[in-house]
């Protein structure tokens, strides 16, 4: 184990040597291992938006053993997803590669503006697919954020409880959270505070833009000049509302973009001191060869290869 390893390690004192063995192997997996780096593959767009909208633009992935593989071959330091596509292929790829199941789904046909999903699998379906870690969502600003608070709490402390650590899907979404809002800075560093605060492991929130969304909020980021200016000096705000940088905090890479694009976006987490990317559409959606090449850069520019 490399001493970043250990290092990120120790900030999980609390927990039993189970957890803390599998929030290890999913930092000492694939190309970034031991890093303190990761770059996961989820797939969880076909229960959240449909099969069309996440396979059709490149149809090996109807299959789920199409993205195991992929996540394999890219050298990535986890592979996520509901239910039915771990059970797909957890038994063919066993000890191929570390293995989150997200807990709770929710699907696009009632797309309401207070979100609230619906928990899918279990904690005991995690141990029984081998998998290292549980995934769930939630979504501060929801008038129902207070329902899925509380289920976290109980699915957080059984999972640890059984060794398993935990991914929490921190994205802000609700009546009174405007479109811009759900990347404002303050907002989404206050989704990944709530996160930690519940007691996640590693925290997945979007990448934040400069617009400030509360009106109290935006008076101390005045008042007191925090820094957030440049993307990466928003990454670093986020990654120090996560308990002073304490706390593995990964980006998404949310919808299909550009490439140069994503890549900046990429640096920026890099330059402001994020622990690495969960990447769904930007690479599942390309056929096998550009998916590969396309995370390869992403790994090179966390590793520091790629300037």
């Known amino acids: 184990m490399t001493e970043r390893v250990k290092e990120i390690i120790s900030w999980y004192e609390s927990d039993n040597p189970g957890t803390r063995m ?4 999913l930092l000492n997996h694939g ?6 780096k990761l770059v996961i593959l989820p797939v969880d767009q076909g229960f959240e938006h449909g099969p069309a909208r996440s396979f059709a633009p490149n149809p090996p992935g109807y299959d789920p053993e199409y993205h195991f593989q992929l996540a394999i071959d890219a050298g990535c330091n986890a592979y996520a997803a509901p239910l039915g596509f771990i059970e797909a292929g957890a038994d063919k790829f066993l000890d ?12 696009s046909l009632h797309d309401e503006k207070d979100p609230l999903s619906s928990v899918t699998s279990s904690v005991d379906d995690a141990l029984r697919l081998g998998c290292v870690a549980v995934g769930f969502t939630i979504y501060p600003g929801s008038s129902a954020a207070q329902i899925m608070y509380e289920q976290l709490r109980e699915i957080a402390k059984e999972a640890k409880s059984k060794g398993l650590a935990v991914v929490v899907w921190s994205y802000p979404r609700g009546s009174d959270i405007s479109k811009a809002g759900e990347t404002a800075i303050d907002v989404v560093a206050y989704a990944a505070q709530i996160a930690a605060q519940m007691g996640a492991h590693i925290i997945k929130v979007k990448l934040p833009s400069d617009h400030l969304e509360l009106a109290e909020a ?3 980021y005045e008042k ?3 820094p957030i200016r440049t993307p990466a000096e928003r990454v670093r705000h986020v990654v120090q509302s996560s308990f002073n940088n ?4 990964i980006f ?4 299909a973009k550009g490439d140069e694009e994503f890549f900046d976006e990429v640096r920026a987490i890099r330059d402001g001191g994020g622990f690495g990317s969960i990447i769904g559409r930007n690479s599942f959606q390309r056929v096998h060869e550009d998916a590969h090449k396309f995370l390869d850069t992403v790994m090179g520019i966390y590793e520091g290869k790629i300037p």
Not at 96 to 107: A, E, G, T, V
Request: charged share 25%.
């Open 246 to 249: 304490k706390r593995i905090v």
């Open 218 to 220: 935006k008076k101390a």
């Open 31 to 36: 190309r970034l291992g031991g890093t303190g």
């Open 22 to 25: 599998n929030i290890a192997r």
């Open 252 to 255: 998404s890479g949310g919808a």
């Open 224 to 226: 007191y000049e925090v």
């Open 96 to 107: 191929s590669i570390p293995l989150i199941l997200k807990l709770n789904n929710h699907d």
